[in-house]
Antibody, heavy 119, light 112 residues
Framework: EVQLVESGGGLVQPGGSLRLSCAASGFTFSSYSMNWVRQAPGKGLEWVSYISSSSSTIYYADSVKGRFTISRDNAKNSLYLQMNSLRDEDTAVYYC????????????WGQGTLVTVSS | QSALTQPPSASGSPGQSVTISCTGTSSDVGGYNYVSWYQQHPGKAPKLMIYEVSKRPSGVPDRFSGSKSGNTASLTVSGLQAEDEADYYCSSYAGSNNFRGVFGGGTKLTVL
């Protein structure tokens, strides 16, 4: 069974840092591109970052470029999102999603982890 | 990186059909056949319903169908059922210029 489990969310002050993790199981993690997608409370989905299966290609939304870093460890079946210089507007549930061989088509999603940026 | 445009709400009675639109530009929806649709129930993760404009993942009922004309994609739900009440989001690939894609603002589907 394919599973994606996010962790690392929590309450952080503006300007602080947080590292999210996404543990994958039930499939060959190293064969799939992955995305981070977030959803602010009561709002819609927002694509955040993409990483190819080999980490050779990485993209970021303009809203997080220069502050967030996506990475993966295929040996540990894990995806990461290092978030620095956090702002109030980064408050959201963060989901990791497996890309189903088609750009931005996430066929499996984690349950999400809540990041709250507040003083 | 502008969001795709969806109507905020849609509704229909059980058994009826409803269509949700998703309007973008020639740089995203109109430029690629990589439009996806997601269903999201409250407190749950999104679920992929349609990919590559009109393909259904295994397990998705054939009551759900997708199409595209120019810069506008559409999701049609036929034979509405109570469990179809949810938020629906479209997404589109937008080229590889340091950017993966964009989502729509979402449509709340109400089954009357």
């Amino acid at each position: 069974e394919v599973q994606l489990v996010e962790s690392g969310g929590g309450l952080v002050q503006p300007g602080g840092s947080l590292r999210l993790s996404c543990a994958a199981s039930g499939f060959t993690f190293s064969s799939y591109s992955m995305n981070w997608v977030r959803q602010a409370p009561g709002k819609g989905l927002e694509w955040v970052s993409y990483i190819s299966s080999s980490s050779s290609t990485i993209y970021y939304a303009d809203s997080v470029k220069g502050r967030f870093t996506i990475s993966r460890d295929n040996a540990k079946n894990s995806l990461y999102l290092q978030m620095n210089s956090l702002r109030d507007e980064d408050t959201a549930v963060y989901y990791c999603a497996r890309e189903a061989g088609t750009p931005l088509a996430g066929d499996y999603w984690g349950q999400g982890t809540l990041v709250t940026v507040s003083s | 990186q502008s969001a795709l445009t969806q109507p905020p709400s849609a509704s229909g009675s059980p058994g009826q059909s409803v269509t949700i639109s998703c309007t973008g530009t020639s740089s995203d929806v109109g430029g690629y056949n990589y439009v996806s649709w997601y269903q999201q129930h409250p407190g749950k993760a999104p679920k992929l319903m349609i990919y590559e404009v009109s393909k259904r993942p295994s397990g998705v009922p054939d009551r759900f169908s997708g199409s595209k004309s120019g810069n506008t994609a559409s999701l049609t739900v036929s034979g509405l059922q109570a469990e179809d009440e949810a938020d629906y989001y479209c997404s589109s690939y937008a080229g590889s210029n340091n950017f993966r894609g964009v989502f729509g603002g979402g449509t709340k589907l109400t089954v009357l």
